[in-house]
């Protein structure tokens, strides 16, 4: 089964190509252009050097939030335009637990992803390695960096990954200290999107273009009620 995965969630966005769980190719970008102008370029790379068309893949993954919202509006669309033209399934993958199978790729026991929300908040949750690949200990949702850290357990080795380092990563080592690690891992995660993707479409998890729905956590700014 062949599956095209798209994250533009974050702002190095990525496409990838998965036979079931086995990575074909990624293509990563960090670049300047917004999402809009190069996703579908993207796509079309990948495919064209693996000598493969768009009516080859049986199913598509997206990372469909957190993460900035226009972002996810980009990559929801287009995978709602790619599943409706082709009628192939769709599955919504969580920008977190993707990033969580990166950090649990070695073995780690708990693994804490972490986006920078803005607005004085983070994406976080807390995970463990399943049988079947993350397992949520702490819940995911948008979260005050001071109150998430201390429902952190103590004394537990934790990896952590994810833009939020950038922000927080002061506060985090003030309440985890030297039970933090922080393993080197790329920003991009489709390759993780298309493998979870995979296996949700094959369990039948996958869902048609109308029923593709975005992971928010919160409202966006524009929908928040407005303060005189």
């Known amino acids: 089964m062949l599956i095209l995965a798209i994250d533009t969630t974050t702002p190095g966005g990525s ?11 990624e293509a990563n970008v960090e670049s300047a252009a917004t999402h809009s102008a190069r996703l ?3 796509i079309d790379f990948l495919l064209g050097a693996l000598g493969r068309d768009v009516k080859d893949v049986d199913g598509f993954a997206v990372a469909a939030g957190p993460g900035s919202f226009t972002g996810i509006r980009i990559g929801l669309g287009a995978a709602k335009a ?3 033209a082709s ?3 769709v599955a919504a993958v969580s920008t977190l637990v993707a990033l969580a199978s990166k950090l649990l ?5 708990l693994v804490c992803p972490l986006l920078d929300a803005k607005r004085g908040e983070i994406y976080a949750g807390l995970f463990e390695t399943g049988a079947d690949g993350p397992d949520e200990i702490i819940p995911q949702g948008a979260y005050v960096p001071d109150e998430f850290f201390a429902r952190l357990p103590a004394g537990r080795t934790i990896a952590f990954a994810g833009s939020g380092l950038a922000v927080y990563r002061s506060g985090l080592m003030a309440r985890v200290g030297r039970d933090a690690r922080f393993p080197e891992r790329s920003p991009f995660v489709a ?6 993707g995979a ?3 094959r369990a039948g998890k996958g869902v ?14 524009a929908e928040e009620p407005c303060r005189t």
Do not use: H, M, W
């Open 105 to 109: 790729s070695e073995g780690t026991g």
């Open 82 to 84: 790619l599943a409706f």
């Open 15 to 25: 496409v990838a190509l998965c036979r079931d769980e086995t990575l074909l190719g």
């Open 199 to 201: 296996g949700l479409i």
């Open 208 to 221: 048609n273009a109308d029923a593709l729905a975005p992971l928010y956590f919160r409202r966006s700014q």
């Open 40 to 42: 579908f370029r993207s």
């Open 191 to 196: 390759a993780e999107v298309g493998r979870i």
């Open 87 to 89: 009628g192939k399934p």
